[in-house]
């Protein structure tokens, strides 16, 4: 391949050292992903052999090559100064006339066969880009709507140029890549009007645990280069690729994002081709796909990823005139899918906590310390020194020399797919991404600790925090004789918990996604037509995105739920229906205005007995839906249910019966309902219990209090409180005993086997079938008890 120019239909893969990865792959997914629906725009490319050509054709590759032989590049100042001499010295070269040629006579043809309306993007495509060891995201530039043949050879130069930006300089080096050996094409190709539609990129895995098992989308409108360069919060979405292939409900969570602005085709008179202009505040209330447009995007992923037998970073856009989704990129992705084969387990833990002072988007999951430097813009990059905490509105590729140097970085816009999260990933510096506030919520030179470590939420301490940071070998773990789960509150967690050892999740709250996710007493939503106008009116406000209410409290339960049994899907995931307090159910939105005072919470209105009361019951009806729908509808039928707080035998009969009224019936396509075993009475009369559940599993905390008779907060008496005590033993083995009579299931949820391993020991000892742990002990624990 010696030629100038050729079109993308006409290379792939094998392509790579002729048109560069982007170019190749495009070209690849044309020719082999065509006749199975993905949809890609076409165009043609100038090859490698034209770059050399123009270089030589000015004698610009030896003036090059010295400039950069002996660059260091953490100077910014000599990295600026180099990096502008030589983009000059292309943007003023001419073409050689053969390639002026060959670009001429190309582009009239794709007009001729498109139209002469259509607009074209002109992409830089690197021949050390797009590598499954290195992204190379963002280091070269992107032209968009460019038209007509002077612009075309003009956004050519400056893609020839970009090859020499100051970020790619440095990205190089510390990638380790030789200058001289790395090549440019410029792609040309037609351009999908998702000005008027949406935009945005998809990977094959989840970005921040690499959970191999699901499409993360994220969507934002008009053309995707907002979203690329981390200019606005986009939407998120999660889909779980079985599900998807069994032809069910695959769409595991979805997120809001702010969307502020939107990046459109400018004015025909216009001096720059597109425009960033702000979002309607309808249209940031609501997400910008459909769930089918959604689960077509995850189809889409799924074919190129399986073409390509590895996972992708994949960038995508929804034409609003023909309504249809195409494929604009797709590259290897070079952060998580690298990690995958290690056998240890890396943790970050804040041993403490202290004021948060902002909250956003957490990149990776590693803890930050060191002092703020607010920065404004790119001219006072020089003021970042080593450990530091960059704190600026948005980064791009182009601060890569500096955010290697950053403790951690933090932004105010951002999305967890943008180029400088891909970089900051790749460069292991966690990041907080999407902040909305950072830059003036934080001040220079104030001390912080930046927390990746705590889920999809980052967030930023006061002060320097301790923590920890733990590498578990998680590759010889021996055999035992119990079974290992453990517990999960949050849901966004939970890809990456799934990487320990594990038979399962012993207990799911659905407090956590109550109080975390929806934040509202459901009966505010039951009852909101009756609501006072302020109260509606900010309900309206938190739900716009849902059908109704109502809607948006099952939807939110259903997505908690749905995304722990994905992430556990071989294994048993025990749902406990919601276990509030009066007082914590007050605290909910509006809750003031339908709970109870008591004095004594703990041992009051709670548990079964609020399930079926009349007060109550709608509300665990919506719970019932939400289960209802992820057993059914999405097919996750490793979820089983866990009833709290059953006082009586009349209790248990009723709730099983609500349950079955609800479409949960027991043992109906293999539901399991577990009682907890938490009350004295659970134990003395557990052959009586068990015949209304299929097993108990041992809540040993209230189970110790009311054994004990202490109240589990109170500071006073907190010293004699112990799971180990021997009536609280005893209460347990009753329990034990019982299960193993009727041969049903016997595990344990409580605090005590993660606190005290003797514990765990003795509950071999009476063997138990399974102890679940928090994730952070597991580990240990198993080693513990194949110790005996």
Same mark, same amino acid.
């Given at each position: 391949m010696t030629q100038n120019v050729v079109w993308l239909n006409n290379v792939g893969m094998d392509d790579v050292d002729k048109v560069?990865?982007? %170019?190749a792959s495009l070209g690849e997914m044309i020719g082999a992903l065509g006749a199975k629906g993905v949809r890609v725009p076409g165009g043609f490319a100038t090859t490698a052999n034209a770059f050399e050509s123009f270089l030589t054709h000015s004698n610009l590759k030896e003036k090059i090559n010295i400039l950069l032989k002996d660059l260091d590049t953490s100077n910014i100042e000599a990295l600026t100064t180099t990096g502008t001499k030589i983009r000059q010295w292309i943007e003023d070269a001419p073409f050689p006339d053969e390639l002026l040629t060959a670009i001429d006579d190309n582009y009239k043809t794709l007009v001729e066969k498109l139209g002469s309306k259509t607009t074209f993007a002109v992409r830089s495509s690197a021949t050390a880009e797009d590598l499954p060891e290195a992204s190379f995201a963002g280091q070269q530039e992107t032209y968009l709507n460019v038209s007509g043949i002077d612009d075309i050879l003009t956004a050519i130069k400056k893609v020839f140029a970009s090859l020499y930006? %100051?970020?790619?300089?440095?990205?190089?080096?510390h990638q380790g890549f030789e200058h001289e050996l790395v090549s440019l094409s410029a792609g040309v190709q037609q351009m999908v009007r998702s000005d008027i539609g949406a935009s945005g990129v998809m990977f094959t895995l989840d970005?921040?645990?690499?959970?191999?098992?699901?499409?993360?989308?994220?969507?934002?409108?008009?053309?995707?280069?907002?979203?690329?360069?981390?200019s606005v919060n986009p939407d998120e979405f999660y889909v779980h690729k079985p599900t998807l292939s069994a032809g069910k409900h695959s769409i595991l969570s979805r997120s809001l994002g702010s969307k502020a602005i939107k990046m459109i085709y400018a004015k025909t008179d216009a001096k720059e081709p597109v425009e960033t202009v702000l979002v309607d505040q309808s249209d940031r209330r609501v997400f910008s796909l459909n769930d089918a447009q959604i689960q077509q995007l995850a189809h889409y992923a799924m074919i190129i990823e399986t073409h390509y037998g590895r996972p992708m970073d994949i960038e995508w856009a929804l034409d609003g005139n023909d309504g249809e989704l195409y494929i604009v990129q797709a590259r290897p992705e070079t952060v998580k899918s690298r990690q995958n084969n290690t056998q240890k387990i890396e943790r970050y833990q804040l041993k403490e906590t202290s004021k948060i002072l902002v909250e956003g988007r957490a990149i990776g999951q590693k803890i930050g310390v060191g002092t703020v430097r607010v920065i404004k813009d790119l001219s006072e990059m020089s003021q970042v020194k080593q450990g530091d905490v960059l704190v600026t509105d948005m980064t791009d590729p182009d601060w890569e020399p500096v955010m290697k140097l950053a403790a951690a970085i933090i932004t105010n816009r951002g999305g967890r797919t943008c180029h400088a999260a891909i970089i900051a990933r790749e460069l292991g510096v966690p990041a907080i991404v999407g902040c909305g506030n950072a830059t003036n919520a934080l001040q220079d030179s104030q001390p912080i600790t930046a927390s990746c470590s705590e889920g999809d939420t980052g967030r930023v301490y006061q002060g320097t925090l301790k923590y920890e940071h733990t590498h578990t070998a998680v590759d010889a773990l021996p055999e035992i004789d119990v079974k290992i789960m453990m517990n999960v509150g949050n849901p966004s967690r939970a890809f990456d918990f799934a990487n320990t050892p594990n038979a399962g999740v012993g207990l799911a709250r659905l407090e956590f996604i109550i109080n975390n996710t929806i934040g509202i007493h459901p009966k505010a939503l039951l009852e909101f037509n009756q609501l006072p106008e302020d109260l509606q009116a900010e309900i309206s406000r938190k739900t716009a995105c849902y059908a109704s209410p109502i809607d948006f409290y099952v939807e939110k339960l259903t997505e908690g739920i749905a995304t722990i049994a994905a992430s556990?899907?071989?294994?048993?995931?025990?749902?406990?229906?919601?276990?509030?307090?009066?007082n914590e159910y007050a605290n909910l939105y509006a809750g003031d205005r339908y709970e109870p005072h008591e004095e004594n919470p703990m041992i009051g209105f709670r548990g079964a007995a609020r399930y079926i009361s009349e007060e109550f019951r709608q509300c665990f009806e919506l719970e019932c839906r939400a289960l209802k729908k992820v057993r059914g509808e999405m097919g996750f039928t490793n979820v089983e249910i866990m009833i709290p707080f059953v006082r009586t035998t009349d209790e248990a009969k009723k709730v099983i019966e609500l349950l079955k009224e609800n479409g949960l019936e027991r043992g109906k396509e293999g539901l399991r309902i577990i009682?907890?075993?938490?009350?004295?009475s659970n134990a003395i009369l557990a052959d009586e219990f068990l015949q209304y559940f299929d097993g108990f599993s041992i809540g040993s905390n209230d189970m110790t209090q009311l054994t004990l008779g202490m109240d589990r907060d109170s500071g006073l008496i907190a010293e004699g409180f112990d799971e180990r005590n021997p009536a609280v033993k005893k209460m347990i083995s009753m329990a034990i005993d019982a299960c193993h009579r009727q041969e049903k299931y016997i595990g344990i949820c409580g605090q005590g086997p993660s606190d005290h391993i003797d514990f765990a020991e003795w509950l071999l000892q009476q063997k138990i079938s399974s102890i679940s742990l928090n994730p952070d002990t597991v580990v240990e624990t198993w080693n513990r008890l194949g110790a005996l």
């Open positions: 560069g990865g982007k %170019n930006n %100051n970020r790619a300089i440095s990205y190089r080096v970005t921040e645990s690499g959970f191999n098992d699901v499409v993360f989308i994220t969507s934002a409108y008009g053309l995707g280069e907002t979203v690329v360069q981390g556990f899907a071989s294994f048993p995931v025990i749902i406990r229906m919601s276990d509030f307090k009066s009682m907890m075993c938490e009350l004295p």
